[in-house]
């Protein structure tokens, strides 16, 4: 192993930086910062990494929560997993041309990052890559970007602002939404979005976690050519008031309208034949919620912490009732089960 002043080296990766100084320059030479090099080095303001460097590993920066400024070199190819976690006080980073992913985590809880440049190489981004970039406001997607994971900016408190390339054959971008290229699909809005969004006619698919955690929207315009809702579409959208259900779509899946604590009457429309499981999950401001005739199906936990609501009739078509349907509803004292529903606490099924 090489001993170069305050670095681990060997075979021409930098296991670790065992330095005290607030300003860092990598010796020239090493080829790969590995992982947790740097772990914690939490006075290390600056970092000058050579050319020669081609791979950072997973977690090699985490917790330097003093960083400010680092430059990628230009040959760089792979940006691991968690790589910059917590860096607090990073405020802006180009990632450069050939490097084709960020991973899970990646940029993590970087809350002071604002400027965030990505290369038309990156072709993925992983789970959580933003969580908690605070500052972050805006970003565009590349041409070549062609999968993104929902929660790639969770407790991103402050993207608003999304655009795509024109050249990117995956997504497009309509009202600062973004939306499969062949405009069918609602794919991801960013999730400090204000006001009011309207969904173009033609779009025939609300995909999964599409307006999750949009807490500051106000209302969405559904048109009727809309068939279907995703997994938790519009998960803690705590100020719709309520969402309009076209015709088309005859099913609630998991989660679509959980924590959706400004709903305060709901009417399921009579297409509607399944209510999936926890719909209705923590719609704790939910005081009147009307199911029709015609639903055969309640999931598991489907009103689960409807807090408020102090009544719920179930019409006589319902089938099945899941496991927990009425958990943590504290207020609910007038229930109506269809005829024929016997069960407890495991679900309730109908006696043929």
Same mark, same amino acid.
């Given at each position: 192993?090489?001993?170069?002043?305050?670095?681990?080296?060997?075979?021409?990766?930098?296991?670790?930086?065992?330095?005290?100084?607030?300003?860092?320059?990598?010796?020239?030479?090493?080829?790969?910062?590995?992982?947790?090099?740097?772990?914690?080095?939490?006075?290390?303001?600056?970092?000058?990494?050579?050319?020669?460097?081609?791979?950072?590993?997973?977690?090699?920066?985490?917790?330097?929560?003093?960083?400010?400024?680092?430059?990628?070199?230009?040959?760089?190819?792979?940006?691991?997993?968690?790589?910059?976690?917590?860096?607090?006080?990073?405020?802006?980073?180009?990632?450069?041309?050939?490097?084709?992913?960020?991973?899970?985590?990646?940029?993590?809880?970087?809350?002071?990052?604002?400027?965030?440049?990505?290369?038309?190489?990156?072709?993925?981004?992983?789970?959580?890559?933003?969580?908690?970039?605070?500052?972050?406001?805006?970003?565009?997607?590349?041409?070549?970007?062609?999968?993104?994971?929902?929660?790639?900016?969770?407790?991103?408190?402050?993207?608003?602002?999304?655009?795509?390339?024109?050249?990117?054959?995956?997504?497009?971008?309509?009202?600062?939404?973004?939306?499969?290229?062949?405009?069918?699909?609602?794919?991801?809005?960013?999730?400090?979005?204000?006001?009011?969004?309207? #969904?173009? =006619?033609? /779009? $025939?698919? %609300? @995909?999964?976690?599409? *307006?999750?955690? &949009?807490?500051? !929207?106000? +209302?969405?315009?559904?048109?009727?050519?809309?068939?279907?809702?995703?997994?938790?579409?519009?998960?803690?959208?705590?100020?719709?008031?309520?969402?309009?259900?076209?015709?088309?779509?005859?099913?609630?899946?998991?989660?679509?309208?959980?924590?959706?604590?400004?709903?305060?009457?709901?009417?399921?429309?009579?297409?509607?034949?399944?209510?999936?499981?926890?719909?209705?999950?923590?719609?704790?401001?939910?005081?009147?919620?009307? #199911?029709? =005739?015609? /639903? $055969?199906? %309640? @999931?598991?936990?489907? *009103?689960?912490? &409807?807090?408020? !609501?102090? +009544?719920?009739?179930?019409?006589?078509?319902?089938?099945?009732?899941?496991?927990?349907?009425?958990?943590?509803?504290?207020?609910?004292?007038?229930?109506?089960?269809?005829?024929?529903?016997?069960?407890?606490?495991?679900?309730?099924?109908?006696?043929?």
């Amino acid at each position: 192993m090489e001993q170069t002043t305050g670095f681990q080296i060997e075979n021409g990766v930098l296991l670790k930086y065992t330095g005290r100084a607030e300003e860092v320059t990598v010796p020239d030479g090493v080829t790969a910062i590995g992982s947790y090099a740097f772990k914690n080095k939490y006075k290390v303001r600056s970092i000058v990494i050579p050319q020669s460097v081609t791979s950072i590993a997973d977690h090699a920066f985490i917790g330097c929560s003093a960083l400010e400024q680092i430059t990628l070199p230009d040959r760089l190819t792979g940006l691991g997993e968690d790589a910059f976690e917590d860096c607090k006080s990073l405020t802006g980073i180009t990632v450069p041309h050939g490097v084709p992913a960020i991973h899970s985590g990646t940029f993590g809880g970087c809350e002071s990052l604002e400027n965030l440049t990505l290369p038309d190489t990156v072709q993925t981004i992983g789970k959580q890559a933003f969580w908690g970039c605070k500052s972050l406001k805006q970003l565009t997607f590349p041409a070549s970007l062609t999968e993104f994971a929902r929660d790639a900016f969770y407790l991103c408190e402050s993207f608003a602002e999304i655009t795509v390339h024109p050249d990117n054959p995956a997504f497009c971008c309509i009202g600062g939404v973004v939306y499969s290229k062949n405009q069918s699909t609602v794919v991801f809005c960013p999730p400090e979005k204000q006001g009011e969004v309207v #969904i173009p =006619d033609g /779009v $025939t698919a %609300i @995909g999964d976690e599409a *307006f999750s955690d &949009c807490k500051k !929207l106000t +209302a969405i315009r559904i048109p009727d050519s809309v068939t279907s809702f995703g997994q938790e579409a519009f998960y803690n959208c705590d100020h719709l008031e309520t969402v309009h259900i076209p015709r088309g779509v005859t099913t609630l899946p998991y989660r679509v309208f959980g924590c959706c604590s400004g709903f305060k009457e709901f009417t399921v429309p009579d297409h509607v034949t399944v209510i999936g499981d926890m719909v209705f999950y923590a719609c704790t401001q939910i005081l009147r919620l009307t #199911i029709p =005739d015609g /639903v $055969t199906e %309640i @999931g598991a936990r489907a *009103f689960e912490g &409807c807090v408020r !609501l102090p +009544a719920l009739s179930l019409p006589d078509s319902v089938k099945v009732i899941g496991r927990g349907a009425f958990d943590a509803c504290r207020a609910l004292t007038d229930l109506r089960l269809p005829e024929g529903i016997a069960g407890g606490g495991a679900g309730f099924t109908r006696d043929e």
